[in-house]
């Protein structure tokens, strides 16, 4: 154990959450985890101490559900938003129904969180946010565009939060995941369009091959779950933590289509300042 700081975990029965549960406990730190269902998120940490564990069920896009979670959970220490499921559909294809979904629970159930929180961690002047966002938050692919329009907002979202809390004690960061071997690619996590559309037939072949890829990720959900740990645990560390070889590569080539936009655009960008 290196210290017995309280963690806020949302998104804890699977995946990177459930990984990152398991390492706190083991730890010996104090942990309250939201999910949709605490007999799942228990039966999932197997033969884990969860003696220091309080699993809550909780609706994120209910606010005083989050808020009443945030007050059973005592001073906490440090926060994550790690709630979130993909989707795989043509923009043309999203219902709005699906899409107010997705943004319940990536945006609106973040924001909840951060309302609930930041009073407590304002007044003690300490305390680590950590939003979990994705590559898919840094750059954009055909088939992606409702999950990215998500972390796209939950990262202007914590940039806007982490300079308005910077001289209050209070640090953030934005961890960007690359494809990590976790459920996240399985029918259960994975969200697909209810109807499709003709002349999306790339999307389709996409969704195959997705549907195809649990078990040959590049990323260790364990790995990742300790390196979100460090950061907490170090003092420093940059607003924008990438997760994996994959998510490095593609963050670099965004970077550099950027620029070129850039530069291209800049001699009519100029030419709209007024004389």
Not at 100 to 106: A, E, G, I, P, Y
Request: aromatic content about 6%; some cysteine.
């Amino acid at each position: 154990m290196t210290d017995n700081t309280t963690w806020f975990v949302t998104g804890a029965s699977r995946g990177l959450g459930l990984e990152l549960v398991k390492q706190l406990l083991a730890d010996g730190r104090d942990v309250t985890a939201t999910t949709r269902s605490a007999d799942r998120l228990r039966a999932n940490l197997g033969g884990t101490d969860t003696s220091r564990l309080r699993a809550i069920e909780v609706d994120l896009a209910d606010e005083r559900q989050v808020q009443e979670a945030v007050a059973a959970a005592g001073d906490i220490d440090v926060v994550v938003n790690n709630a979130g499921y993909g989707f795989l559909a043509a923009v043309e294809e999203v219902t709005d129904a699906e899409a107010r979904q997705m943004f319940d629970v990536q945006v609106f159930g973040v924001w909840n969180v951060l309302r609930a929180v930041l009073p407590s961690l304002r007044e003690r002047r300490r305390g680590h946010i950590v939003n979990v966002s994705s590559i898919l938050g840094l750059t954009a692919f055909g088939g992606w565009g409702l999950y990215c329009a998500g972390k796209y907002a939950l990262e202007g979202l914590t940039e806007s939060l982490a300079a308005e809390v910077a001289g209050l004690g209070i640090r953030v960061t934005l961890v960007e995941p690359g494809y990590l071997r976790t459920d996240f690619l399985r029918p259960s996590s994975l969200g697909l369009a209810t109807r499709t559309v003709d002349g999306y037939e790339a999307i389709r072949e996409m969704t195959q091959a997705h549907l195809a890829m649990p078990g040959t990720q590049l990323g260790d959900p364990a790995k990742a779950a300790a390196a979100i740990i460090e950061l907490a645990d170090r003092a420093d560390g940059p607003l924008h933590q990438l997760l994996g070889s994959d998510s490095y590569g593609l963050a670099k080539a965004r970077i550099e289509a950027l620029a070129q936009d850039v530069e291209a655009g800049r001699e009519l960008a100029v030419t709209t300042d007024v004389s």
